[in-house]
T-cell receptor, first 112, second 115 residues
């Protein structure tokens, strides 16, 4: 059974700080998603990774397939980055298995 | 930019009633999904749907649940006889496999409250 573990569960930081959120998983995957969930509940896809590194604005996501680990970094953090960040994985499967397995999320608060 | 839409945004129903949650996926997408998130818990996969049939379902998706694509645009989740524990946020998502990507696009969710 695949487990997706995120750390930390909660993170409070000051505006401008460099933020790192970690995700580890226990079985082979074909893709890993980083998602953002705001207090209203909606989910926004930030990145989808199967290898290497992706960058979008102040956000950077990396994945190490051998170590079964991914990180999400936020540079020059801002109060509007406050949200829950969720890691979700697509299990590796030769068939149609496609549903994502989610971590519990990291609740990030950026204080001005 | 195209987006997944869901209606209603909030549904209140009494235990034992049937509810239908509606989703309009992005128009050229071919894979469709339902997920749920009980308050304070992680998001959980319910079911995926492709080519007018269920391609995968989780243990949560029992006989009380069904999905349907009644026309070319809507994708629905029906709960036949709601229970208190069905209270949750339900998210629809869709994917276009022709992009060569596994990226899923999520709707804003429907908050279901069973009283």
């Amino acid at each position: 059974k695949n487990e997706v573990e995120q750390s930390p569960q909660n993170l409070t930081a000051q505006e401008g700080e460099f933020i790192t959120i970690n995700c580890s998983y226990s079985v082979g995957i074909s893709a890993l998603h980083w998602l953002q969930q705001h207090p209203g509940g909606g989910i926004v896809s930030l990145f989808m990774l199967s290898s290497g590194k992706k960058k979008h604005g102040r956000l950077i996501a990396t994945i190490n397939i051998q170590e079964k680990h991914s990180s999400l970094h936020i540079t020059a953090s801002h109060p509007r980055d406050s949200a829950v960040y969720i890691c979700a994985v697509r299990l590796y499967s030769g068939g149609g298995a496609d549903g994502l397995t989610f971590g519990k999320g990291t609740h990030l608060i950026i204080q001005p | 930019e195209p987006e997944v839409t869901q209606t209603p945004s909030h549904q209140v129903t009494q235990m034992g009633q049937e509810v239908i949650l509606r989703c309009v996926p992005i128009s050229n997408h071919l894979y469709f999904y339902w997920y749920r998130q009980i308050l304070g818990q992680k998001v959980e996969f319910l079911v995926s749907f492709y080519n007018n049939e269920i391609s995968e379902k989780s243990e949560i998706f029992d006989d009380q649940f069904s999905v349907e694509r009644p026309d070319g645009s809507n994708f629905t989740l029906k709960i036949r006889s709601t229970k208190l524990e069905d209270s949750a946020m339900y998210f629809c998502a869709s994917r276009d496999p022709r992009q060569g990507s596994y990226e899923q696009y999520f709707g804003p969710g429907t908050r279901l409250t069973v009283t």
